[in-house]
């Protein structure tokens, strides 16, 4: 029998369970939706409101799982040998995704052997981040804390540094900060989706933050302070978009009062803004209070299976949707130009709660190996 985990621990796995689905739901729509093309930020005069919303709820699954990452990481050397162990276990755990990265998650999004693109995505910047971190662990949290919030509130300062290819700066920045293709060779390309910096801050935030869901802490306490960062956090987005003047592109008004709210919403991804991540973190605090006051109900339970088990989730859904792509191709062919897809957001959504449906059983049934076979060490990095 294994243990009931206690409500701070059942928290972050609903949380992240609850993202992962969102996850599920943007995947679906890049793979039946992919003739819908949408921009970073969203061009909101051409975009469905259906669609505009549905990426936008996607938007807090990358910065609330690198958060989660980042205090699960304080977690795991509460609960082994401090930050010798940590530092270890984020230095081996960070090399692994990011070879998974350029190997089996690629391979899933292309099915191309040998490939001719590598995208570097969220995995890949998670494991950079926990390389980054293996590092970090050992500052005084207190400058830890700081140095994550200058990387994720001061990083926008640096929007108007570019480096063209060829300049012996240009790969590193576009790992750092600036989108950008690196030319391996005549027949490989390798695309850095995720810049690095914000996401690093965010991972470094998490661990900071990991104190006040150790054992001995009181959860009344926790649950105040998670409240008070939520807050600040919300109140610097507010702030900040109405005074349009830093930390994303200037939103305008739209003819419509809904067109407005979109453009007021209408945040830039790629790297993450502040006003991005001080949305969406602060979001995903106030769903982690949520979840603690409400960890038993069943909703919390089914979330926090997927949250067991993120990795192999992550994984079993990008070969499951590349599987149903291939073989729609295969039946109908392409019904939009090069793609097949749906012709609206709707299957998108009814897609997105069959294979919720479909793939619980798995991903329960490998939540449950990992739990209670502790002694096969590689289970804990998925």
């Known amino acids: 029998m294994t243990a009931i985990p206690s409500s701070r621990l059942h928290s972050i796995d609903a949380l992240r369970g609850l993202v992962i689905l969102f996850m599920l739901l943007d995947h679906v729509r890049e793979t039946f939706y992919l003739h819908m093309q949408?921009?970073?930020?969203?061009?909101?005069?051409?975009?469905?409101?259906?669609?505009?919303?549905?990426?936008?709820?996607?938007?807090?699954?990358?910065?609330?799982?690198?958060?989660?990452?980042?205090?699960?990481a304080f977690l795991y050397g509460e609960k082994h040998e401090g930050r010798t162990a940590v530092s270890r276990f984020l230095f081996k755990r960070g090399l692994f995704l990011v070879a998974l990265e350029i190997t089996?998650?690629?391979?899933?999004?292309?099915?191309?052997?040998?490939?001719?693109?590598?995208?570097?995505?969220?995995?890949?910047?998670?494991?950079?981040?926990?390389?980054?971190?293996?590092?970090?662990?050992?500052?005084?949290?207190?400058?830890?804390?700081?140095?994550?919030?200058?990387?994720?509130?001061?990083?926008?300062?640096?929007?108007?540094?570019?480096?063209?290819?060829?300049?012996?700066?240009?790969?590193?920045?576009?790992?750092?900060?600036?989108?950008g293709w690196i030319e391996v060779g005549d027949s490989l390309r390798l695309r850095t989706s995720y810049p690095l910096l914000p996401w690093i801050g965010v991972i470094a935030l998490g661990y900071a933050a990991g104190p006040w869901f150790g054992r001995t802490t009181d959860s009344a306490?926790?649950?105040?302070?998670?409240?008070?960062?939520?807050?600040?956090?919300?109140?610097?987005?507010?702030?900040?978009?109405?005074?349009?003047?830093?930390?994303?592109?200037?939103?305008?008004?739209?003819?419509?009062?809904?067109?407005?709210?979109?453009?007021?919403?209408?945040?830039?991804?790629?790297?993450?803004?502040?006003?991005?991540?001080?949305?969406?973190?602060?979001?995903?605090?106030?769903l982690l209070v949520f979840f603690e006051r409400r960890g038993q109900v069943n909703l919390a339970r089914l979330l926090a299976v997927f949250?067991?088990?993120?990795?192999?989730?992550?994984?079993?859904?990008?070969?499951?949707?590349?599987?149903?792509?291939?073989?729609?191709?295969?039946?109908?062919g392409p019904n939009h130009g090069q793609y097949f897809g749906f012709d609206s957001v709707l299957p998108v959504w009814l897609c997105s709660l069959l294979l919720i449906v479909v793939l619980y059983p798995p991903v329960r049934w490998f939540a449950r190996l990992k739990a209670r076979r502790r002694d096969i060490a590689w289970l804990k990095y998925f």
């Open 38 to 72: 949408v921009s970073d930020p969203m061009d909101v005069s051409q975009t469905d409101p259906a669609l505009f919303f549905s990426r936008t709820l996607a938007h807090l699954c990358a910065p609330v799982f690198v958060f989660l990452t980042g205090l699960s």
């Open 104 to 179: 089996l998650v690629n391979f899933a999004w292309t099915f191309q052997l040998p490939p001719s693109v590598i995208y570097l995505q969220v995995i890949w910047a998670i494991g950079l981040s926990m390389l980054a971190l293996s590092i970090l662990v050992w500052l005084p949290r207190a400058v830890l804390a700081a140095l994550g919030l200058l990387l994720v509130a001061g990083h926008n300062l640096l929007d108007g540094v570019h480096v063209m290819p060829g300049d012996w700066a240009y790969i590193p920045w576009s790992i750092l900060h600036d989108r």
């Open 221 to 286: 306490q926790r649950r105040r302070n998670l409240l008070l960062c939520a807050a600040a956090a919300l109140g610097t987005f507010v702030v900040l978009r109405l005074c349009n003047s830093y930390g994303d592109k200037p939103w305008t008004s739209g003819e419509t009062a809904l067109q407005t709210l979109m453009s007021f919403l209408n945040i830039t991804k790629y790297p993450p803004s502040l006003l991005f991540l001080a949305l969406t973190l602060g979001i995903g605090l106030l």
């Open 307 to 332: 949250g067991a088990a993120p990795m192999f989730f992550y994984l079993l859904h990008l070969y499951v949707l590349k599987l149903m792509y291939l073989s729609s191709m295969a039946i109908w």
